[in-house]
């Protein structure tokens, strides 16, 4: 037990090292893994204007896609909440393809959301009735909190005054769509 443990502190150093060394080598076309995975959160790192914008987008793909979904299955209100937040999503999306190209930060934007979201996407779309509320609510509230702390773990220390004014102009909505959220559960 003792060997583990002490072979475990002596790796520490070099993994810090290895992921410090990724994150210093992002370019702008290259897609943040140690973001979406956890690893700059996990090491109080903040992520950067190109991972801000993909992330948002990724968020906007999904709330298009649920829109849809809910459009079919969700109550009245779920219905009314849905259509907000894909109107929001739309919205950004404007921006974010301006900030992309007036900043020219050229990064390639992914066409569909990761596999993971997708999947989500898909398990969504084979609810029906209380079981579809729930799980919508709920992925919504995971989705729309991650992304409120990712923008806050942002505006920390932002590295472009475009992004963080993106950032400071979206914050204050997703809240109030979290808010929203509160009320429909």
């Given at each position: 037990?003792?060997?583990?443990?002490?072979?475990?502190?002596?790796?520490?150093?070099?993994?810090?090292?290895?992921?410090?060394?990724?994150?210093?080598?992002?370019?702008?076309?290259?897609?943040?893994?140690?973001?979406?995975?956890?690893?700059?959160?996990?090491?109080?790192?903040?992520?950067?204007?190109?991972?801000?914008?993909?992330?948002?987008?990724?968020?906007?793909?999904?709330?298009?896609?649920?829109?849809?979904?809910?459009?079919?299955?969700?109550?009245?209100?779920?219905?009314?909440?849905?259509?907000?937040?894909?109107?929001?999503?739309?919205?950004?999306?404007?921006?974010?393809?301006?900030?992309?190209?007036?900043?020219?930060?050229?990064?390639?934007?992914?066409?569909?959301?990761?596999?993971?979201?997708?999947?989500?996407?898909?398990?969504?779309?084979?609810?029906?009735?209380?079981?579809?509320?729930?799980?919508?609510?709920?992925?919504?509230?995971?989705?729309?909190?991650?992304?409120?702390?990712?923008?806050?773990?942002?505006?920390?220390?932002?590295?472009?005054?475009?992004?963080?004014?993106?950032?400071?102009?979206?914050?204050?909505?997703?809240q109030q769509a979290r808010e929203e959220l509160q009320r429909l559960e």
């Amino acid at each position: 037990m003792i060997r583990m443990v002490a072979g475990l502190v002596a790796i520490l150093p070099a993994i810090v090292v290895f992921a410090g060394a990724i994150a210093g080598s992002e370019t702008p076309r290259k897609r943040s893994l140690i973001e979406e995975v956890g690893i700059k959160r996990l090491f109080g790192w903040p992520p950067n204007g190109h991972d801000v914008l993909r992330l948002m987008h990724e968020f906007d793909l999904v709330q298009l896609r649920a829109a849809g979904i809910a459009a079919t299955r969700g109550t009245d209100a779920v219905q009314r909440f849905a259509l907000a937040q894909a109107e929001h999503a739309r919205q950004r999306e404007a921006a974010i393809v301006r900030l992309n190209m007036f900043a020219l930060l050229n990064i390639d934007f992914a066409a569909d959301p990761s596999l993971v979201r997708r999947n989500e996407l898909a398990g969504l779309q084979g609810a029906v009735g209380q079981a579809f509320m729930r799980d919508y609510i709920a992925k919504q509230r995971d989705d729309i909190v991650d992304t409120i702390a990712m923008l806050k773990r942002y505006l920390l220390n932002p590295d472009n005054d475009d992004i963080r004014r993106f950032a400071q102009q979206q914050l204050p909505l997703l809240q109030q769509a979290r808010e929203e959220l509160q009320r429909l559960e």
